[in-house]
């Protein structure tokens, strides 16, 4: 069953020319239409289809297209041409920090950002132990956020995305924070995830990362889908031959 199909998805953003200094200026050029801009293209008629219980990569480099596909996949963004189709619940887990107020505790954005992803209290009180120790954070439950690392709070976003079993888990890097006992343990909630049935797609910088996670991957290059298909394969190619 094929749980996300992208068909033809192309994604253009304007880009201004030139350097606005204040809010003002921009305004002032707005009304007398003096503000030019250029077309930047990030995403080139992408096709592809990611099948149930797949942990699907995503591999290229800064600026290839990668998180703009998986914000299109998540609903964020709104491609401009093509659709993407989504079968089945959908948790993304995109950006570090989403979501969260960092002047509340993390004991209180576990239930806020609980309630954004449309989970009641009573779910986030019966999972919150397991959230607190999953995310290594039982001594810093009531320090507002704003005190915490990046990877603290990486950490507890990956911990809060993957209290269910969603029908599809989107990841972008969040596995590349963190240290390596962590990265061992958010890899196999991964792994859990997919014995259970979860289809992940995941964007890394640590190809060895998707060579070992994912079955299957695609090679992003300036918006363009340069190979699809075996992650290994596709990982060794973009190994060779990215520029």
Known sequence: MNMIEVKNVTMKFNMSREKVDSLKEYFIRFVKRQLYYEEFTALESI???????????????????????????????????GRAYIHGSISPLIELGSGFDFDLTARENIF???????????????????IIEFAELSEFQDVAIKNFSSGMIARLGFSIATITKPDILIVDEI????????????EKRIHDLMAGG????????????????????????????????DATVVCAAYEAGAT
């Open 198 to 229: 979860t289809t992940v797609v995941m964007v890394s910088h640590d190809i060895g990362q998707i060579e070992k996670l994912c079955n299957r991957a695609i090679w992003l290059s300036h918006g363009k889908l340069m190979l699809e298909g």
């Open 47 to 81: 096709n592809l289809t990611v099948e149930q219980g797949d942990i699907f990569g995503i591999v290229g480099l800064n600026g290839s297209g990668k998180s703009t596909l998986l914000k299109i996949i998540s609903g964020i963004l709104k491609p401009t041409s």
């Open 175 to 186: 596995l590349s924070v963190g240290d390596f006992r962590f990265k061992e343990k958010s």
């Open 112 to 130: 806020l950002n609980g309630a954004v992803l449309g989970y009641s209290k009573a779910f986030m009180s019966h999972g919150y132990e397991e």
